[in-house]
């Protein structure tokens, strides 16, 4: 459990309802995606203080704990992009997916980061300034981003195979 004003990480077992572990992370915290292949696990920061339409600057921060050792073995910076909120993973792809807010990278949208290299390999623009909610289907092929606005749709497989309207980086 993640505690957005606790700046804590906590780890339970729900079948002996103990918590074996809470840990001091970056405040503020906001969504989590689990990577059960690695054991990783994705915490994603939005704003240093506050919440949506009341906060301070915002932040940039995916932080990456290792779920057997509940140690923070790294902390991915999307920048120039900011205030990741849903976290999506394409294990097979080897991406991780976070809906960011616009910025001086563009409109809010979707970033692919690369979980092995850790740095963002596509950006897709979801021409809103605050997009949020975003899921892929089973097989990875598509996904579907919730906006104020609409709906867009985006391939999601490879990458380097893209459908819908994306953005290359220049990176992988």
């Not at 780890?11 to 001091?24: G, K, S, V």
């Not at 704003?47 to 932040?59: D, F, K, P, V």
């Not at 990741?84 to 970033?111: F, I, M, N, R, T």
Request: proline fraction near 5%; glycine fraction near 10%.
């Amino acid at each position: 459990m993640l505690s957005q004003s606790g700046c804590t990480l906590s780890f339970f077992y729900l079948t002996t309802r103990t918590r074996p572990a809470r840990i001091d992370v970056l405040p503020e915290g906001h969504e989590l995606c689990f990577d059960p292949s690695s054991r990783l696990l994705y915490a994603s920061r939005t704003y240093r203080s506050g919440h949506w339409l009341a906060h301070a600057a915002e932040s940039h921060e995916i932080t990456v704990v290792d779920v057997d050792t509940h140690d923070v073995v790294d902390v991915i910076d999307p920048s120039p992009e900011h205030a990741p909120h849903e976290l999506l993973l394409d294990s097979d792809a080897g991406l991780l997916y976070a809906s960011v807010e616009e910025g001086h990278a563009g409109p809010g949208g979707l970033v692919a980061i690369d979980l092995e290299y850790r740095h963002i390999v596509r950006r897709i623009s979801a021409d809103a300034a605050i997009p949020h909610w975003a899921t892929l289907t089973a097989d990875g092929n598509k996904g579907v981003h919730q906006q104020q606005t609409g709906t867009i749709r985006f391939g999601a497989r490879s990458r380097r195979s893209w459908g819908g309207s994306t953005t290359d980086t220049g990176a992988g």
